[in-house]
């Protein structure tokens, strides 16, 4: 049947992705990216703009995403002066319409986008006890984090699937499977994304169209900055993080997760009262940020 080969091919990607590895450190190929689009939201910064820079480089046409328009700029005007090629697209994401209106002209522009880069993102970390007032804490951090991201891959989608490929990269956090304190409202919004899209994986799998969820660990970026304890915490730069969106773009990996993340989700699953007290512990141990308990924030 006309779907079995590229499922058959799917089902052996990760041992296909490594020896493709090899062969390109070996012989000097091109990068699967090279030529193709590539969409990335929240470029004008942090991990976007350093994605941005990585597939830039790899030989791929960028398409930069986010609200301000300057920044933006500049990111490209960059990326064209180090022989790169890019284009840039003002966005609010949480804005339905105008993530629509984005859809329609990149579809016009290029008929379908090869590879989606959903890294924009908020992230709120803040205990209950501060939050019974403050539902509008639920509400932005499902527009940007899940909303957002899922209306602009349904808008890509069609284009996808019509041509046979397409490759989308979700930027979650290892905290999916931790289930962290404080972190009710942004987990929430990353989980959703990440459930969303292993279902929608499995219905596009047949059309040569895949995703990764990346379970990111910390990342030393404006957005983390606020929370105190993590100022001093082993992370990633957003160069480095970056590499780890390079790769999942050009292996197509089903998910990224870190090796901690993974035994906790693991000890979640089969020990849930005792780690429910453990995170309870860890709770009590680090109070909220003065960031988390100002009421501008």
């Not at 284009?87 to 984005?102: E, I, K, N, P, Q």
């Amino acid at each position: 049947m006309a779907y079995a080969r590229p499922v058959i091919r799917l089902l052996v990607q990760a041992p296909r992705a490594r020896a493709a590895r090899v062969v390109r450190r070996l012989s000097g190929a091109a990068s699967p990216l090279a030529g193709r689009t590539v969409l990335v939201t929240g470029a004008s910064s942090g991990i976007g703009e350093a994605t941005a820079r990585a597939v830039a480089g790899r030989g791929a046409h960028v398409l930069l995403v986010a609200r301000r328009g300057e920044e933006l700029q500049r990111v490209q005007r960059e990326i064209e002066a180090a022989g790169g090629s890019a284009a840039s697209y003002v966005c609010d994401l949480t804005d339905g319409d105008a993530v629509d209106a984005l859809v329609a002209q990149l579809l016009e522009e290029y008929v379908a986008v090869d590879y989606l880069v959903n890294n924009a993102g908020r992230s709120i970390r803040r205990s209950l006890d501060l939050s019974y007032d403050r539902f509008h804490d639920v509400e932005r951090t499902m527009a940007i984090n899940f909303f957002g991201p899922v209306r602009l891959t349904m808008g890509l989608m069609p284009a996808m699937r019509e041509q046979r490929f397409g490759h989308v990269v979700n930027l979650l956090s290892w905290g999916v499977q931790v289930k962290a304190p404080k972190f009710s409202a942004y987990l929430a919004s990353k989980s959703a994304l990440d459930v969303w899209s292993r279902i929608a994986g499995r219905e596009t799998m047949a059309d040569n169209v895949t995703f990764t969820n990346i379970r990111m660990s910390l990342v030393h970026t404006p957005m983390s900055a606020p929370t105190e304890a993590y100022a001093n915490a082993r992370g990633y730069s957003p160069e480095e993080a970056a590499e780890k969106v390079l790769r999942a773009l050009e292996d197509r990996p089903l998910t990224v997760n870190t090796l901690a993340g993974n035994a906790t989700e693991l000890l979640n699953l089969v020990l849930p009262r005792s780690m429910d007290a453990v995170f309870a512990v860890v709770d009590k141990r680090f109070p909220d940020s003065a960031a988390a308990k100002s009421p501008k924030s």
